[in-house]
């Protein structure tokens, strides 16, 4: 009695103020109350197994010191024998219910715990499976020769929390599995759970990242309260029910297994405290080293630093205390590694103290004896480990004398011994840091004891890239060139050449990118021929070469990064689940493509697009196209295909403005869509273009500027249909602005110069020359000067096209510009005439058009702003306005002889002189005639 009262004042007395001040999390309310219905029995016992949803968890593997619950039969290692078990185990689970025999249900009964075994998932459904089965054949066939038993649904619990399944999927089936146990018990007075079943749902929350803290002090409540519960169960029921020592130690377990989290190493400690006021009961509950070194591991894991240490080591200084009086509490060499190691995770500050604390406790534990004497090179590596870690001065020494040390204790350094040394040799990252740390590898290699893995040459790999040496680069390619060399657990691994690759990305050497494709392929050959898992190929690796691939000036580099990115899709359709596409990484691949405008590389970068839209589709949230996939898309297509890039920009732009959730675009994105539907000949185009810009006007986001030059954009889409449609929207778009603008909306934007000249076009072309004009002195009333672009534009509109009034309109724009323009353009003399050329109808009509193209081309003749191509236009204006060939001849032979004399009979005028019945001119030119034509042959 004496002991157990020490026991209690130990641990009451090592609480902190932590404690005190109730660092604990709230437990949910249980509230039972004594009613015989079924359904609020199944109620009742479904409060704490409700499922969960699914959350992104961390299926990190811990080196446990939760209880053993394996009470299962190992698993058949013959694969013949295996593939037996299985065809048997599909027998027994396709049998009709009720058709089991007594051999069969036997068998069921053994392959339960068989499966069990497995350490997988596959064996955890099957375990269930086999249960259900049996469960069935009992309570729906009636067959009395099944009986089930608590232990079976433990096995299948068990099975679960072995299986290495996602966390939180072992949470679902673990719950969902005891809620039937606890459901049929009711309905069929099956075998009811016991403590065993409670703790494997701990133990299973103990493998989620998910806060269920709530949800294991609920189960702890539930087990006491059905302990008590004699209505409900029998009092040898109820008895199993009760918590026990296991229940205590999943549930600080549970506490442990929080990482950084001091809050819960808190609680694991409390109860350790409740555990150790019960076991000076007669509960039959008794504390033991296992609780002890639960409870070491939680303030180990609690992330606090020197704090979290020191209160590691005060409880392994009660158990020291402890250990005469009580059997049961007994220091392990768990217990002092744990312990040690507990101050390998303090700040940078603390290290100095780490080190001399983690030395002292060494020095207790040589002057004791401990019952597992034989794993006291996990405390040696401990302090190693702690000791390499500091970065002290003189840590490869102090790590040397602690392997003199392992002598005297009958202990031979090992492995992990010798990597603490090496890290600690390393860690200055200096020329004589890594020179003696070349030297231990050697040791490790000469030592027929050792077999130096991958994570030793990683060590020395990772202090040589990043020292200072020039030579860095080649010594670690040296030193992998070694890895591979020496094969086996030697061999580079994911980290080395990640390490490697990622030093490469760094560098400028020319062949750069090239080494790191050849690394990335040995890394995938070495997983995938030779079946070495340590090289599987990640995210980083496979991003780090395109990324190189991407700034890459070979020619090779767009084959190459293609190729890169589809083995990496290859790498995740097949499961590797370290490898993960993401839209960055196509959008690296797209832009490089993009870069060379061949039709080869646009058809790929309009596959991957599809696939990104397929994935997207899918429900991919790692791989959705955005704003800068199809810049770089359009990019590219605008140059191979314009028409495909106004499709794909309406497209994209179509789903942005129906779309409830808000897609990002840009300045530079939006301004890349107008521009694709910009260069579109359908109406259709220029119509999601003016949409566009309106549904951005009229929205509050903040990404995109409107500018002059993107409204540009959509007037110039309208420009290329000259339509009548095109005419009157393009006309309703510049007047709602012009309206806005004029009422006091100064924010309202509008288009430069170049946007209103592109609305003559459709305007002048449908014949609404006069709209045009108006259009012109609104836009001057604006300040806008109209420039002799604007002119031009109408004039060219006017031209290419038959019309009656060409002519008459042609002359009176040009007359208009003559009036605004100082200095008129051979471009807009040209663009007169060859409108009044394509004048159609009357005779007197076309008589008219030749008079006023005659009149223009004088005028160009008196202002001297005349080229070949005028001669061309004034001799087709001929061609075409003139009745016969006799009238051609008297019109053009003249202008002929002008413009030969001129040296400007260019590839127009011969052509349309050699329209004329009567040859006028040689088979070859003069030079003479031509020495001054631009468009000559």
């Given amino acids: 009695m004496k002991g157990r009262s020490l026991l209690c004042q130990c641990i009451r007395r090592s609480s902190t103020a932590l404690s005190r001040q109730a660092a604990k999390r709230p437990s949910a309310q249980w509230k039972f109350q004594h009613q015989q219905s079924s359904h609020f029995r199944h109620h009742y016992f479904a409060s704490v197994t409700k499922s969960i949803q699914t959350g992104t968890i961390n ?22 024998e295996e593939r037996s078990l299985h065809s048997t185990i599909h027998y027994v689970l396709t049998r009709d219910v009720g058709r089991l025999s007594i051999v069969n249900i036997q068998k069921a009964r053994s392959f339960l715990s068989i499966t069990s075994k497995w350490n997988n998932e596959k064996g955890a459904v099957l375990c269930e499976q086999l249960l259900e089965r049996l469960f069935e054949e009992r309570y729906t066939a009636s067959n009395i020769n099944v009986v089930i038993e608590s232990d079976m649904y433990n096995i299948c619990m068990n099975a679960w929390n072995k299986s290495n399944a996602d966390g939180q999927k072992v949470v679902h089936q673990v719950e969902s599995i005891l809620h039937r146990m606890e459901q049929r018990y009711f309905d069929h007075q099956d075998t009811p759970p016991d403590n065993i079943s409670y703790n494997c749902l701990i133990n299973a929350y103990s493998k989620s990242d998910e806060d269920s803290a709530d949800k294991v002090e609920s189960i702890l409540e539930k087990m006491n309260s059905f302990a008590h519960d004699t209505n409900v169960f029998s009092s040898e029921a109820a008895s199993r029910i009760s918590p026990d020592e296991t229940t205590y130690n999943s549930m600080m377990n549970y506490y442990a297994s929080r990482k950084n989290d001091h809050i819960s190493a808190q609680r694991a400690e409390d109860l350790l405290l409740q555990l150790s006021g019960l076991s000076q009961h007669d509960s039959g509950i008794k504390i033991d080293s296992t609780s002890f070194n639960i409870v070491l591991k939680a303030w180990s894991n609690s992330g606090g630093g020197i704090h979290g240490a020191k209160r590691a080591e005060e409880l392994l200084r009660m158990m020291l205390k402890l250990r005469k009086e009580h059997a049961n509490v007994q220091p392990t060499s768990l217990t002092f590694s744990t312990a040690i190691n507990a101050y390998s995770k303090v700040a940078p500050e603390d290290s100095a103290t780490a080190v001399k604390r983690a030395i002292e406790l060494l020095d207790e534990l040589e002057g004791l004896f401990i019952p597992d004497s034989k794993n ?222 061949t039709i080869t590389n646009a058809k790929k970068v309009m596959k991957l697009l599809a696939t990104m839209e397929a994935k997207a589709e899918s429900g991919s949230a790692a791989v959705v196209p955005d704003i800068i996939t199809y810049t770089n898309v359009l990019k590219l297509q605008g140059k191979v295909n314009p028409q495909r ?123 609404r020359t006069n709209d045009a004009l108006s259009l012109l002195k609104i836009i001057k009333a604006l300040n806008i000067v109209p420039d002799a672009g604007c002119y031009i534009s109408m004039l060219s509109a006017l031209s290419g096209r038959k019309s009656k009034n060409g002519a008459v309109h042609a002359q009176k724009v040009f007359q208009q510009m003559k009036e605004d323009v100082e200095d008129v353009p051979t471009a807009a003399f040209n663009a007169a005439i060859n409108a009044c050329a394509w004048v159609s109808g009357s005779p007197v009509g076309q008589r008219k058009a030749l008079e006023i193209a005659f009149e223009i081309f004088q005028q160009a003749r008196k202002e001297n702003s005349y080229d070949s191509v005028t001669f061309g236009l004034i001799i087709k204006a001929c061609m075409h306005l003139s009745k016969d060939d006799n009238a051609r001849m008297k019109l053009i032979q003249p202008l002929f002889e002008l413009c030969a004399k001129n040296g400007l009979v260019g590839s127009m005028v011969e052509r349309e002189m050699r329209h004329l019945a009567s040859r006028i001119i040689p088979g070859k030119l003069p030079q003479e005639w031509t020495k001054n034509a631009k468009d000559k042959k």
């Fill in 376 to 597: 006291i090179n996990t405390c040696y590596n401990a302090a190693a480990n702690v000791i390499a870690k500091s970065g002290v001065p003189n840590s490869s020494e102090l790590i040397l004398d602690l392997m003199n040390r392992m002598k005297n204790m009958d202990a031979v350094p090992d492995g992990m011994m010798y990597t603490s040394c090496l890290e600690a040799s390393v860690r200055s990252g200096d020329v004589d840091g890594i020179k003696r740390g070349k030297q231990m590898l050697e040791q490790m290699i000469d030592e027929p004891r050792f077999e130096p893995t991958s994570a030793n040459f990683n060590i020395l790999l990772n202090a040589i890239l990043k020292s200072k040496s020039d030579r860095k680069l080649e010594e670690a390619e040296e030193l992998v060139a070694q890895m591979q060399e020496i094969g086996g657990d030697a061999r580079p691994d994911s980290a080395s050449f990640n390490m490697i690759i990622s030093a490469l990305s760094r560098s400028n050497t020319p062949d750069a990118a090239e080494k790191a494709v050849d690394y990335l392929r040995s890394m995938l050959r070495l997983y995938k021929n030779d079946e070495y898992e340590k090289a599987k190929p990640d995210s980083f690796a496979f991003n780090c070469v395109i990324n190189m691939l991407a700034r890459s000036k070979h020619e090779w580099a767009y084959e190459v990064i293609q190729r890169t990115l589809s083995a990496m899709e290859a790498q995740e359709r097949y499961g590797n689940a370290s490898v993960l596409l993401d839209t960055i990484t196509y959008n690296v691949v797209i832009g490089k493509l993009a870069e060379s405008a």
């Fill in 59 to 80: 299926n990190q593997k811990e080196e446990s010191h939760a209880p053993n619950l394996d009470f299962t039969s190992e698993a058949p290692t013959c694969a013949n």
């Fill in 645 to 767: 890039a106004a499709s794909v920009a309406s497209s994209y732009l179509t789903r942005a403005m129906s779309s409830d959730e808000k897609i990002f675009i840009d300045q530079v994105g939006f301004y890349t869509l107008l521009h694709a539907l910009s260069r579109s000949n359908k109406f259709e185009d220029a119509v999601t273009a003016r949409n566009a810009w309106e549904w951005i006007e009229k929205s509050d986001r903040v990404d995109v500027v409107l500018t002059s030059e993107a409204c540009n954009l959509v007037t110039i889409a309208y420009s290329k249909n000259r339509t009548e449609e095109a005419a009157v929207e393009v006309l309703s778009f510049l007047s709602d602005r012009i309206h806005r603008y004029r009422q006091g909306d100064k924010d309202t934007v509008l288009p430069t110069k170049v946007g209103f000249s592109a609305a003559f076009i459709p305007l002048c072309a449908t014949n």
